[in-house]
């Protein structure tokens, strides 16, 4: 379902925040309006968390408080992202419903008294989201500040998996409707091991704790009947707004920080795409870990222009050590959003809030007040993004797509597996890594969408793959198209059952080759990689013994359990290539790796100083360069146009301070 | 409410330990009873785990055993200690009362079989500690060798919180008690954030397991209740006793080793203040954990003697690695009690005991029995704390008070700090040990409290500061004292709430500056501190971005996220000064701060050898050095008298061998 | 009870595998018979994981295709071990008889999903095993493929305790039975402690999670009840398979990867002992666990062959990191195992499974099917074990022998021990690594056996010693025997209390000394030990306070709280001598402190090439030796006869390549 609105009634860059008025007195309110009107916002979120305070008891309704906000709002030209704060029922909820709270795989009854999250399962909880949907929807429909709804918050965040008996009920619903009989259930999970054969629909529990490690196919459905409850609260809402209102309709997404939805699945059913994103602290290149977000976040939308509807302008407050972002860099970070298909650059929250368990947390207008580097350079940002509104609309394009298939990720991450040192999200962040350093635009892909359209396809660690999908990467291949596999790919079908035939069968055509063992490795292990021709590099965590079947050997393992035996592989095939991959490479390996493969693909990365992060975006009249230096040293690359942060011309070279960006309307 | 009797009715220190004879046959108690007079005990606590064995079944009492225990002491000189057992309820307790067990935060009930700690909620435990007091105290009330009531036993410890339902009932009650309305509640907890807000008392459940973090000052409140109802019980038991007993009536406490008790509001319930210490053996420096008990339990008990209830001969069984105590530790563990306050020096226990969970705690008289080594330390303490009884009563002065305030422990130990690297008592204890190493007397204080009578006072991270605490301080400043903050103090308010106007607002005139936002740093992560005149030091965990207002840089950041800003700052305000540090010096580094610190303040350590713990204690008639040695060689100072030990006449100086131990009478 | 059958009517060295037919359709099922036989597979295990695929329903049983399989595998020459499946009960039975349902120690039930464990306690369970294992014997106890029933799997794995209703109910009459009066229990559990005095039996408790560590007696009396249920339970299934069956009857063990089985008292109820092992993937010496595991596995058999039900022939699944095993690797792990005295080498499984829990786990036929090394070498094997077939019933004899009692084990790693470091298992491990070094073979023992056939007796930490138990270690010296024995040994009696008299008293007179106090180090910590004339070695974990009685100072502490004392002791008492070692030695203190006391057993061990094992079984006409080169380089030894494997005479000297075996009929 599309809605009539393709995006809210807005001028350019959307940027404003989370906004939790109800935990300020009124003078506040007044004072907020002017400093965001100082800082150029034009959109808030409103309500999120606002349940108690709106449905007072329950089906009785008070919003004297909400008109009064929504209207100053308006008298100060800021338009509303009205949300729904059904991921927080209210403490009378839990009290006159105690049985839709969540229940965790260990049997413990989650309370109130953090975000009350409740079972999507349950019958209650879900009357009431409507109840409230409907209600909301009815009243501000037609309230000029409302230009956006925002169901729901972070579905499948702080907990997805629901063990409560509303959920295990649910749960043998759907798993009639998925397999309609019990024998085909017993074979999809493989009930024979271990003496699991089920003859009953009742005796089917959820996956929750037990003896040993619980059947994998079943854990693998318990997550797709997740993240369908979840989805199915989301279109309840939707839908129950829909019948008042034409506004287009969202729920913030987590891209790569949550795992529990399938937002290939989700963006099919919101009206705009919209994602929040935080660096994570530890990570010395957080800014890769935002930039496979964004993309991310565009491709399940499908290119579609999306909002960032939350990140931080500076700490957060829920990791181990919270830091602080130095100046500039909630500058370069929005503009990285920017320059991978953001129109919308929106933070948690306007204002630091005193209380509760994120008064920690950085906001647009910190504690420390409007006298404060931050409230300064949300100030500057504001006026950037205004600068730059020609952007909105137009497009990002990409000639490689990375393999990103959630029910794989759910699948790979289980108990019992090869090895604990293959967690597929660590897998696809080494291989994008080198594409981010190569400056690669890349899209994230399924494994069975058409592929015929990108110069180079590349599955990290792409455990599952059904036979379908292997067939159409195989096509992909023959149809003249590079394609790049790491080890641990095409191991198992959609029920996580080894396919038949061994590891990886379907792919062997295009990769001229089988996988006749997994050979992990022991911590800390490391081995070189001989690579004539390009040198001797390390590598670490897994070897294979691979059976040649066509491939060519590009590089050997020079040490450990499959010494001698292939690392890389080359194989042509029909109009393609199919490159394999059989360890962890370091990063200089990885470069090797990719330069020859660019090669075969077609693709010519730009020279770039390092640390430059170039972006493109395409409008219908203007091609826009997005540059963000993240390096210590001026940067200068290749352009022609005009800065629209500073209005100056540019021919023939661009130069970018340390730390700072640059957007350009180029007329090359 | 004081006893009519401030102090047991013995003669000097007081010896000896807790004495478990219902573990033993009678053959073992005459053996016991010569034993302890060859050691010199002079007070044994008895019956501190005897309920079931006294209460043979509810409300049927036999004190066979006891009156002949009770007799057999005090036969031979020996006072007793007499306790009441209820830290741990018989089995039939349990059988009868099976809701007054503990549950956790996690739903999990805990069984018997350990101590079987109950509920201090429930209405059956709080009736049956009632009736077991007042017919024990009724009984025991005028026998001769009770000259102390010992009611419970470490309130806290093993467990303090308790989710169960009368536990969550009380907590209501409380609740109401502390905040009036709702209206109140909602305000103090910050409930508008994540949609909390509470429409009914009987909403509201203890901070159990949830969905994500509970909120903060539901937790703090939790804290402050638990505390309440241990505290209650204890009230109920003294009450009790009181009825029939003229002896003073203590708990032991744990001071800086638990922190599920205010041992403020503590000290003042009880007639006599005891603790229990137990060296970390992890700590290569656990003398000086010691050293902050000791001074801390004084402090709480307004600097009156007390009483060490417990401590160890040699190792400990609850430690991953028991470290046992090498010859002379045991001695010079008790002196260093003794000059900072104890009048009463025991162990836990007498007699090894052979069964149970604890039969690898060292005891007086050890497994090995009496011809060993640690036995024959236990005789010779207890001869020399014989030949000091002089110092009985007089007291420990302080020029130097550190801030202590168990609320704000509870506050700043919450999830989602800015970085847990932030430990408060790792705070308090670096600040203490470099005042431990310049010889500095030291007082623990509240920040709320007259601290006019200090040349100095030093908040390490302390994070909660009410509006009328931090008026206090910088009153005291004012008045000419001199104030040491370090980062993150003065944050939050009583109920976890950033104050009004950012960080630390009630401190900026006394420090000359605010706090503009936290620079917390990486895991691992070192910079330097510029000082000039004073060295380059290391510092790590943190940084801020301060604004100077009339403060005057000391040392800067030399790197790091705030690099070139001010690290230690020092501002004059009105007769005194207030510095600031904003981040973790390193030992050197502490040094030199205190260095220019105590020159504010008028203080002038002593120049002693390393190693060398020196104490002094003032008596009615005479001043008494306590002189401890850590070191590996001799170490001398400056002295003159009666070393009460050897005998000797000191003139000039005194010179104690590696290991060893002082105490003089001086004639200064 | 022995039955009339101690050995399967098999010819030669069984070979074969778990065979879960269930799992696949019938085409696959005649594969399976056609590539057995070129494997040489001459048994397999059936049934194992069936329950619910032939008792379809409570009584009702469908026993259509195992009739079919088992005449499949009659037709082909494959001998049959028929298993009951009661390891993992079906789903209805769960549905049916919810109550039966394992609680662990928190109070969480173990739900359905894995393998389904009932609580063995559960009357329903014990009504359904006996019931299955009555109609599965009365329907094939003529069946010609029949050689062996295979009861239960892995008794006591994934959980043995189970703290259910059930289980506590039976704990209760367990405890009655075992000790009569309450008074007796009080005394043994040391309830005076801690106040735990029991009036009524009702009151007891299983160990549950409690406020604080548990009543380690009571820990300890509910590992031996959980063993008692679960052999009680095998004796259900044995005597009822037995009303109809004459063939031998096993269970498979887990030698030294699972704790909660007194193999002891479990070989005393088997027919013929079988094992499963697994390599430590993480132990770069892994076949020296091996070798524990088989030693220990015939030394529980009283010296019997035995059969490996379960190894694997490459990686296992469940371990972090899942190494395969590298060519020649699974025919050394075979060999050993042989050489150790197993006359039936079998693998967890035949086909590696598709779906399910294990399906990364290696077998005889692997994913990638015939066509690879794994069944290559598969094939190899089972033409070897051809070969050497008159090595069945042959027996291996040894000089050494290492305590081991199970009931140690489970109370020496118990909380609260005075070091975290002391692990029972791998000190036991420590002193058999230099005893396999030296190539010397071992028996594991029980203290209380008749140990004079022995020249050395070894106890390392053996931690709970009977007063009986120790004095018959002290006639094994005085008769003249040679006794080893290591730190915290001889600690505490058959309830978990420390001895009267303090540390290992019954030890004095063997050893010639006692123990004042232990040492425990930090972590970490290392010191020397001055051993005159072998030289400065290095010790960690542990030292001691000794007094010498007798012995004399081998060896003393060159560092340490324990400086200058004893580190090994050497006492000669009676004809024989006892050897203390107060510390853990490293390896070559260990190699000096064995040279020394071989000498004084009267024991040469011979010199051979590092990394090659040798064995020696013994049959009535023949000595076998089994040899296997660990190591990267030839290795020769002396040796005369035919090796079997390849034909080949040996005159002299035998040469074994890198990673080979040999197997030599000697004519010595």
Redesign the interface.
Same mark, same amino acid.
Not at 49 to 53: M, N, Q, T
Not at 320 to 324: G, L, T, V
Not at 415 to 421: A, I, L, Y
Not at 495 to 503: E, L, R, S
């Given at each position: 379902m599309t809605s009539p609105h393709a995006w809210p009634r807005l001028q350019g860059i959307a940027y404003g925040g989370d906004y939790?008025p109800?935990?300020w007195p009124r003078e506040v309110w007044r004072e907020d309006a002017a400093l965001m009107r100082e800082a150029g916002v034009n959109l808030v979120s409103v309500g999120i /968390?606002? =349940?108690?305070?709106i449905e *007072? @008891?329950e089906g009785e309704f008070d919003f004297s408080w909400l008109d009064e906000l929504l209207d100053l709002m308006h008298e100060n030209g800021i338009a509303v992202d009205l949300g729904t704060?059904t991921a927080?029922?209210?403490? =009378?909820f839990? @009290?006159n419903h105690p049985e839709a709270r969540?229940i965790d795989r260990?049997? $413990?009854?989650?309370?109130?008294?953090? $975000?009350?999250?409740a079972s999507h399962s349950s019958p209650a909880y879900r009357e009431a989201i409507v109840r409230y949907a409907d209600t909301l929807a009815a009243r501000y429909a037609t309230h000029p500040a409302v230009v956006l709804w925002h169901v729901h918050n972070e579905y499948g965040v702080? *907990?997805g998996e629901d063990h409560s008996p509303a959920s295990v009920a649910a749960f043998r619903l759907w798993l009639q409707d998925r397999y309609g009989t019990l024998d085909a259930l017993n074979s999809a %999970?493989?009930t024979?091991? =271990?003496?699991?054969?089920?003859?009953?629909w #009742?005796?089917?529990?959820s +996956?929750?704790?037990? +003896?040993? *490690?619980?059947?994998?196919?079943?854990r693998l459905d318990f997550a797709r009947f997740t993240d369908h409850q979840l989805r199915a609260c989301f279109v309840l809402e939707r839908d129950a707004i829909r019948v008042h209102a034409d506004q287009p309709i969202t729920t913030n997404f987590m891209a790569n920080q949550s795992w529990t939805t399938d937002l290939w699945a989700w963006a099919r059913e919101v009206d705009v795409v919209s994602d929040d994103h935080y660096l994570w602290?530890?990570d010395e290149d957080a800014h890769i870990g935002l930039a496979i977000a964004a993309d991310l976040t565009r491709s399940v939308g499908g290119g579609k222009p999306w909002i960032l509807m939350e990140h931080s302008t500076? @700490?957060v407050? =829920?990791q +181990?050590?919270?830091?602080?972002k &130095?100046p500039g860099e909630m500058k370069r970070n929005s503009l990285t959003h920017v320059g991978r298909g953001a129109d919308g650059i929106l933070f948690f929250q306007w204002r630091?809030? &005193?209380?509760?368990?994120?008064? /920690?947390h950085s906001a647009m207008l910190?504690?420390?007040?409007r006298e !404060? $580097?931050?409230f300064r350079e949300v100030v500057a940002l504001g006026a950037d993004l205004q600068r730059i509104g020609e952007l909105q609309g137009s497009v990002v394009q990409a000639d490689v797509a990375v393999l990103w298939d959630f029910e794989s990720f759910w699948a790979q991450d289980l #108990? %019992? &597996?090869? !090895?604990?040192?293959v967690a597929h999200a660590a897998q696809v962040r080494h291989f994008y890594e080198q594409l981010w350093r190569d400056g690669i635009t890349v899209d994230f892909a399924l494994p069975g969408q058409d592929l015929s359209g990108y110069r180079l396809v590349v599955a990290p660690a792409q455990y599952m793959l059904s036979t379908a999908d292997a067939e159409n990467l195989e096509r992909y291949v023959a149809g003249g198209g590079t394609l790049l596999v790491s080890f641990f790919s095409g191991i198992v079908d959609e029920?996580? @059952?080894?396919? *038949?035939?061994?590891?990886a069968p379907g792919l062997r055509d295009a990769l001229g080759l089988?996988? #006749?063992?997994?050979?992990?490795? &022991?911590?800390g292990a490391r081995h070189t990689v001989d690579w004539p021709g390009q040198g001797t590099f390390t590598a670490d965590i897994w070897q294979e013994?691979l059976v040649l079947r066509g491939a060519v050997t590009v590089a050997s393992h020079g040490g450990g +359990?499959g010494e001698g035996e292939p690392a890389v592989t080359r194989n042509t095939h029909g109009e393609g290539v199919g490159w394999y991959v059989s360890t962890r490479l370091d990063a200089a390996g990885m470069a090797a790796l990719f330069s020859d493969v660019y090669a075969d693909a077609g693709i010519v990365p730009a020279s770039r100083p390092e640390g430059l992060e170039l972006m493109t975006r395409r409008g219908d009249d203007a091609i826009y360069l997005i540059a963000v230096n993240h390096g210590d040293d001026d940067a200068s690359f290749v352009a022609n146009g005009t800065d629209l942060l500073t209005g100056a011309e540019i021919a023939g070279t661009a130069t970018v301070p340390p730390g700072g960006v640059a957007v350009i309307r180029s007329t090359d």
């Open positions: 939790n109800e935990q /968390f606002s =349940w108690g305070l *007072v @008891a704060p927080s029922p209210p403490a =009378w839990f @009290a969540v260990e049997g $413990r009854v989650m309370g109130f008294g953090s $975000r009350g999250m702080p *907990v %999970w493989g024979a091991f =271990w003496g699991q054969h089920y003859t009953d #009742e005796h089917i529990d +996956p929750a704790i037990a +003896p040993s *490690v619980v059947n994998p196919a079943q602290a530890a500076s @700490a407050n =829920w +181990p050590r919270n830091i602080a &130095r630091a809030g &005193r209380s509760g368990a994120e008064k /920690f910190p504690h420390a007040g !404060s $580097r931050v #108990e %019992w &597996r090869p !090895s604990e040192d029920n996580d @059952a080894v396919h *038949v035939g061994g590891f089988s996988v #006749e063992e997994f050979l992990p490795l &022991r911590e013994d +359990p």
